[in-house]
Structure formats: C-alpha cells, structure tokens
C-alpha cells in the first residue's frame, strides 16, 4: 500500500487559517486522496477526497501538488470545534482504508 | 451523528471470554466496516461485509469474526480475549462495495471494551 506522512501535530489560533501537509510520494495513477478526522471521543468522520484537481466543499479545501507527491488539507477559519485528529489515506476504488498516526491539530482560542 | 448506531457503548469483561458488539449501518447502506482502535496501534481496519458477503479482511484475528445479517446489521464476535484487545472498536457503513472513487464511509460512536 502507498503510504502517507503527516507531521505528529500543529497548532493554530482560532480564526485563522490553517494548512494540513501530507507526503505521499508513492502514490500510483489509481489512487484517491482521501482525509477524514477524528473528534475526542467520536468515530472519525469524512472531511474531503481528490484525485488530481484542487476541491473545496463546506468543510475544507484538497491542495493537490502538480505531481501528486503531496497534498494539503486548508481549513479556512479554524473553531475549537476543528480540534481532532486529521488522517491523510491513499486508497483507489477497491482498496479499503488504512489509517496512519495522521496529525493532531491544537485551536488556540 | 452519522446514522450508525453500536452498542453496546462499552463493555467489560475478562480475559478468556467472548463478546458480541453489534452494528446497525446507515439506512441503505449495504457495506459495513470494523476497525479497531488501540493507543500502541493506532486506527486498524479489521473487515468489511457488502451485502452479507465478507468483501475484505485487514488485521483481523483468528479469534475475531464477524458476520452481516440479512437485515444489514452486523456483529463482531471476539472470543479467548486477551489483555491486549483492550480497545475501541468502531463499526462504519457505506453505500458501495467499495469499487468506487467516492465511497465515504460513515462512523458509529465506538465500543469501548476493556479486558480485565
């Protein structure tokens, strides 16, 4: 399986921006890009999923790099509420997931 | 809240028995998907069923099993439980087999079993 690198943690202040990075050199023709995140206590939840373009949707946007080889993960304005666990997952249409240690974001107030 | 529901929420019990936790997916949703989550191991997929056939196996046990009904619903079996199986299970449901480029899965809240 491709595998993905994300840094352990990050911090950022309320209301600003904040850039998730995630290293996947390996990463084949086939496979999506998928990140989801995880709140104390709750099930992770899907956040957002791109293949090559740049995506946004209510919740974030996907940055794609040119090459594939990495990819960020931009919440625009972060609440308190966005402090989790953000996990970066190769997968193509038959794989399943498989999460890594992904990245523990910290919000300021 | 993701529409699946687990129970039970947690569970306690002792080593050398066996559980039963249960999964209801989302309704329409014929895939369902168990993971485990421990603190050395992190998020470990374990199985999925798609419409009551096993469609993927991860790092699941021999001591694990599972199965998906005919209503959906499914249950992880784990048997000859051992300290080390301490953990949160989570169960997740999707609408398709897999073979699809967007296939969001859905999480249900967790069990949490603690093995004494």
């Known amino acids: 399986d491709a595998k993905t690198t994300q840094p352990n943690s990050m911090e950022s202040n309320e209301e600003e921006p904040v850039h998730l990075p995630c290293n996947h050199s390996t990463i084949s023709g086939t496979d999506y890009i998928h990140w989801y995140r995880q709140l104390p206590s709750q099930g992770p939840e899907y956040v957002i999923h791109?293949?090559?373009s740049n995506v946004n949707n209510r919740m974030a946007s996907l940055a794609i790099a040119e090459d594939r080889k990495s990819s960020t993960l931009i919440l625009h304005r972060a609440t308190l509420r966005d402090a989790a666990v953000y996990y970066c997952i190769l997968r193509d249409v038959e794989n399943d997931m498989r999460f890594g240690a992904g990245t523990r974001l910290t919000v300021k107030p | 809240d993701s529409g699946v529901t687990q129970t039970p929420k947690h569970l306690i019990t002792a080593t050398g028995q066996r559980v039963t936790l249960r999964c209801s997916p989302r309704?329409?949703?014929?895939?369902v998907y168990w993971y485990q989550q421990s603190l050395d191991q992190g998020l470990q997929f374990l199985i999925q069923?798609?419409?009551?056939?096993?469609?993927a196996k991860g790092n699941i046990l021999e001591r694990f099993s599972a199965q998906q009904f005919p209503d959906l619903h499914s249950e992880l079996n784990l048997s000859s439980l051992e300290l080390g199986d301490s953990a949160l299970y989570f169960c997740?449901?999707?609408?398709?087999?897999?073979?699809?480029?967007?296939?969001?899965?859905?999480f249900g809240p967790g069990t949490r079993l603690t093995v004494l």
């Open positions: 069923y798609y419409n009551g056939e096993e469609r």
């Open positions: 791109g293949l090559t």
């Open positions: 309704s329409g949703d014929l895939s």
């Open positions: 997740a449901s999707s609408v398709f087999s897999g073979r699809s480029s967007y296939n969001e899965q859905f």
